[in-house]
């Protein structure tokens, strides 16, 4: 399935569940948390509620919360320029009938948080009807634990929320929209259709997508870019520009695919962040090694631009 414009492609039980749950909150009102690994297609989820509700001919507006926090609350509330003396409206005020996309709120600096639930809560006494949704690749309940993360805030996008499957969790699904990419390319490059070969389409599902959609288009795109023919084998995915590692064909006996040494230490890595709600001291407790490793380590993978890190407070 697609929705146009969107990258909303695939046949899994768990994509069409999340699909489903957004075409049914997308007749109301209520304020959505969409929850996913990066690149996974969080916005494009959101993007879906707004263009399904009958606010689709409004504003749709998204504000990182990833930015530093003054930019974050400029976006938001608006601000003077200071050249021209111009007040520049708030995202609330510009999407009035329409939807705004809080991506990234878990990035949301703390000072801001309790302030952003009581002005979402006062809208109406402004006469201002906006639908507000959410996005979050961390789970905002351990970080409400660890005080992290304003409780209030949290309860409000408690009524209705979706969460989105990792794209190595989808099998063929990946085939569906690495082929919805070629598409794409091919469209906007006019160079005809183009063929992807079912052994270059094994290698591609096989592989560890660990951001997702965002990682597959991009080593698409410069796949195609440096192709010489129309047909995408595994010739092309071997001497495409970027090099990728892709995992072992075959399951282990334990039902695990195999990846990169670097691409295990990076997710185990995540996964103690995540699961400490990111303190560090707890995590490299957990990974035994130094605080002073795993800090390196984290800067590492900042530098190496893996959004998680660059993310990571």
Excluded at 72 to 81: P, T
Excluded at 285 to 308: A, D, F, M, P, Q
Aim: proline fraction near 1%; charged fraction near 25%; hydrophobic fraction near 40%.
């Amino acid at each position: 399935m697609l929705t146009q414009g969107l990258v909303l492609v695939g046949n899994h039980p768990k994509f069409h569940t999340a699909l489903e749950t957004a075409r049914n909150v997308a007749v109301t009102k209520t304020p959505v948390l969409i929850s996913g690994e990066t690149g996974s297609g969080k916005k494009a989820l959101g993007s879906y509620i707004h263009t399904n509700s009958a606010r689709k001919n409004a504003r749709l507006e998204v504000v990182d919360c990833s930015f530093d926090s003054q930019t974050v609350e400029k976006i938001v509330l608006g601000y003077r320029d200071d050249e021209s003396g111009r007040f520049n409206r708030g995202v609330l005020e510009v999407a009035n009938g329409g939807t705004v996309i809080f991506a990234n709120i878990d990035a949301l600096d703390e000072s801001f948080q309790k302030r952003l639930y009581t002005i979402l809560q006062e809208l109406p006494d402004y006469e201002l009807d906006v639908r507000i949704l959410a996005t979050t690749s961390k789970n905002l309940s351990k970080l409400v634990s660890a005080g992290k993360f304003s409780r209030a805030l949290y309860t409000y996008f408690s009524g209705a929320s979706i969460d989105v499957v990792a794209l190595r969790e989808r099998g063929t699904d990946v085939e569906l929209i690495a082929r919805h990419f070629m598409n794409e390319f091919a469209s906007e490059q006019g160079t005809g259709e183009l063929t992807l070969a079912e052994e270059a389409a094994r290698k591609l599902s096989d592989y560890n997508w660990t951001q997702n959609l965002t990682e597959l288009k991009a080593f698409i795109r410069k796949t195609l870019a440096n192709m010489a023919g129309k047909t995408l084998d595994l010739e092309a995915i071997e001497n495409g520009e970027r090099k990728v590692e892709f995992a072992s064909v075959e399951a282990d006996e334990d039902g695990f695919k195999l990846m990169s040494l670097k691409d295990a230490e990076k997710l185990l890595i995540k996964k103690a962040l995540v699961f400490t709600s990111e303190n560090r001291t707890q995590a490299a407790k957990i990974l035994g090694v130094s605080i002073r490793t795993l800090r390196n380590k984290i800067n590492e993978y900042r530098g190496e631009g893996t959004s998680y890190f660059i993310n990571l407070r």
